[in-house]
Antibody
Framework: EVQLLESGGGLVQPGGSLRLSCAAS????????MSWVRQAPGKGLEWVSG????????SYADSVKGRFTIFRDNTKNTLFLRMNNLRAEDTAVYYC?????????????????WGQGTLVTVSS | DIQMTQSPSSLSASVGDRVTITCRAS??????LAWYQQKPGKVPKLLIY???TLQSGVPSRFSGSESGTEFTLTISSLQPEDVAIYYC?????????FGGGTKVEIK
C-alpha cells in the first residue's frame, strides 16, 4: 500500500523558514518523480515544485522560485521542501504527491497518490 | 504559461442527472490532462489521466474526452457520493497548472 506522510508544518513568522518532509512507502521510491502541491484555506490546488526520480532535475512554480528548494533522499525514501523567506500568501496545506508514471522529470506529472498534507501558517 | 479555464465554477444537479464539466487550455497540451475529485475535508483523488483513461478503481460513470484544447469530464448518472470539487490539471510541461475547480452539489 502506497503511503505518503508529511511532517514539518507549523506556524512561522513572515521571512522565516521551514523544512517539510514526506516519508514514502509502498512503492519503489527512486523510480518516481515527486511533487509538492499546496492548497490555501478555501482555495484551489497549486503545484509548487517537482523533482525527478533521481533528484537530478527540479522544477518550480514562479511564485516560489528562488525561495523554495525541493530535494530528496532516495536512501531514506524521503522527499523534502526547504522554504525560505516565507510570506503570508504561502499559508496553505502542503501535499506530497507521487507521479502516476515512472521516471518523469518532475515537471510533467499527474498524481496518483497524495499524502494527508501538513499545514503551514505564515503569520506574525 | 498555459492557463486552464474550468467551467462552470459550481453546479447543482439531481441524483441520476448527467453532469458535464469543461476545462479549456489556452494552448495545445495534446492529451496531457488529468481530472481529480476532492471531497469535503479529503485529499484529492485521481479520476482520469491522458484526458480519457480511467484510473483503476474509479466508477465507470466517470468519463473524459477531448476536442482540441477543450476537455470534458462527464458523470453519466450523478450519485450522492459524487458531491465534491473537481479539478483539471495539465501536465504536458511545467509549470503544472490546475483549473479553478467545479463544485458539484445535489439539488
Amino acid at each position: 500500500e502506497v503511503q505518503l506522510l508529511e511532517s514539518g508544518g507549523g506556524l512561522v513568522q513572515p521571512g522565516g523558514s521551514l523544512r517539510l518532509s514526506c516519508a514514502a512507502s509502498g512503492f519503489i521510491f527512486n523510480t518516481y518523480a515527486m511533487s509538492w502541491v499546496r492548497q490555501a484555506p478555501g482555495k484551489g490546488l497549486e503545484w509548487v515544485s517537482g523533482i525527478s526520480a533521481s533528484g537530478g532535475s527540479t522544477s518550480y512554480a514562479d511564485s516560489v522560485k528562488g525561495r523554495f528548494t525541493i530535494f530528496r533522499d532516495n536512501t531514506k525514501n524521503t522527499l523534502f521542501l526547504r522554504m525560505n523567506n516565507l510570506r503570508a500568501e504561502d499559508t496553505a496545506v502542503y501535499y506530497c504527491a507521487k507521479d502516476g508514471r515512472t521516471y518523469g522529470y518532475g515537471g510533467n506529472s499527474f498524481f496518483d497518490y497524495w499524502g494527508q498534507g501538513t499545514l503551514v501558517t505564515v503569520s506574525s | 504559461d498555459i492557463q486552464m479555464t474550468q467551467s462552470p465554477s459550481s453546479l447543482s444537479a439531481s441524483v441520476g442527472d448527467r453532469v458535464t464539466i469543461t476545462c479549456r487550455a489556452s494552448q495545445g497540451i495534446s492529451n496531457y490532462l488529468a481530472w481529480y475529485q476532492q471531497k469535503p475535508g479529503k485529499v484529492p483523488k485521481l479520476l482520469i489521466y491522458g484526458a480519457s483513461t480511467l484510473q483503476s478503481g474509479v466508477p465507470s460513470r466517470f468519463s473524459g474526452s477531448e476536442s482540441g484544447t477543450e476537455f470534458t469530464l462527464t458523470i453519466s448518472s450523478l450519485q450522492p457520493e459524487d458531491v465534491a470539487i473537481y479539478y483539471c490539471q495539465k501536465y504536458n510541461s511545467d509549470p503544472l497548472t490546475f483549473g479553478g475547480g467545479t463544485k458539484v452539489e445535489i439539488k
